[in-house]
């Protein structure tokens, strides 16, 4: 038992020493280390939109159900599939929110509605309206395939790095060998960016029957990346 556990003593140490040594070459290796990134700019598809139905707004002539169903109405022939795209928020009480007006109860229903395209939206707006639905405004707008994208920019920053390093040593006489190792530096996922949305609801409020015209801002996606090569002699 005392010989097995001394030979394992024995290996154990020497993997130690093979390992320090190794780390030890890593280490000794002469390399270039590069910043790159890259970057792209993405239109937003999925735009959620809140929708508020109050009573008040009729005051207390029409039921937040009729509203309600006009609007579903209004919105399934704009060709919107509301059976996915429309949330009923705080579900469990549809009535959780309430507004008092002398002896009367006025309910509301809130609603988040999501759209694929700042025109959709417009045309939402102004179904909407003529509706007589007046509080609406917009959440959120995200690129729903900002993941895929993102390794899609990874890619490119490392090539961007192995770009930036062969030009950096062109002057020498060495060469760029293996990537040693490759880190990510700094990369946050970008907040939903919104523009003119004052105006989007400005024009939907307005008595013009033409359709809104407006466009979001596009979302800059970007990676940075950190790169080690080994620097290797001129061939």
Avoid: C
């Amino acid at each position: 038992m005392k010989n097995l556990t001394g030979v394992l003593f024995i290996i154990l140490f020497s993997l130690g020493i093979s390992l320090q040594a190794q780390n030890n070459n890593f280490l000794n290796l002469p390399y270039i280390e590069v910043r790159a990134s890259a970057d792209t700019l993405v239109t937003p598809d999925n735009i959620y939109i809140s929708i508020n139905i109050l009573e008040s707004d009729t005051k207390g002539k029409v039921p937040v159900e009729e509203l309600a169903h006009k609007m579903v109405k209004r919105l399934k022939a704009l060709g919107i599939k509301t059976e996915k795209q429309l949330v009923l928020n705080d579900f469990s009480s549809n009535f959780k929110k309430y507004f008092w007006r002398g002896k009367e109860i006025l309910k509301s229903k809130s609603y988040t509605l999501m759209v694929h395209s700042a025109v959709m939206a417009g045309k939402v707006l102004i179904a909407l309206k003529e509706t007589g639905i007046g509080h609406v405004g917009i959440q959120k707008v995200i690129y729903s395939k900002a993941k895929q994208m993102n390794l899609i920019l990874n890619r490119l920053a490392v090539k961007n790095a192995l770009l930036q390093a062969k030009a950096m040593v062109k002057p020498l006489d060495q060469q760029v060998g293996n990537a040693l190792f490759i880190t990510e530096v700094g990369n946050f996922s970008p907040m939903p960016v919104l523009k003119n949305a004052r105006i989007f609801l400005a024009e939907a409020a307005s008595p013009s029957p033409q359709p809104v015209k407006i466009q979001f801002q596009k979302i800059k996606l970007e990676r940075s990346v950190n790169v080690r090569f080994a620097l290797l002699p001129a061939k």
